[in-house]
């Protein structure tokens, strides 16, 4: 079975790749804090753990599952429909400068 930290790693680049901040601890088990910088700012922490002989993402905050961890496509893809809704970009450099 697939390793939770490397997972996580992944989802991490994927997540990063889209515009989001992501810190990836190495507690037991590894969490990995992801965070829009917004406006709004909006942060979320994931897991990852085995549920039914599978790894699979999930909120920790809530204790819901996000998706199977070898799809990290598709989690990356709900993680940023939750931090980055419809509507809202990632703010821009240039932008930021200004505030």
């Given at each position: 079975?697939?390793?939770?930290?490397?997972?996580?790693?992944?989802?991490?680049?994927?997540?990063?790749?889209?515009?989001?901040?992501?810190?990836?601890?190495?507690?037991?088990?590894?969490?990995?804090?992801?965070?829009?910088?917004?406006?709004?700012?909006?942060?979320?922490?994931?897991?990852?753990?085995?549920?039914?002989g599978q790894?699979?993402?999930?909120?920790?905050?809530?204790?819901?599952?996000?998706?199977?961890?070898?799809?990290?496509?598709?989690?990356?893809?709900?993680?940023?429909?939750?931090?980055?809704?419809?509507?809202?970009?990632?703010?821009?450099?240039?932008?930021?400068?200004?505030?």
């Open positions: 079975m697939a390793d939770p930290r490397e997972r996580l790693e992944r989802l991490g680049a994927a997540l990063m790749a889209e515009g989001l901040s992501t810190r990836l601890a190495m507690d037991d088990p590894p969490l990995l804090h992801v965070k829009f910088l917004g406006p709004p700012v909006a942060q979320e922490t994931i897991g990852c753990g085995e549920r039914d790894l699979w993402f999930r909120w920790v905050s809530q204790e819901v599952l996000l998706g199977r961890a070898d799809d990290v496509p598709g989690a990356a893809e709900r993680v940023r429909y939750v931090l980055m809704p419809p509507g809202i970009s990632e703010p821009d450099a240039e932008s930021e400068g200004r505030r």
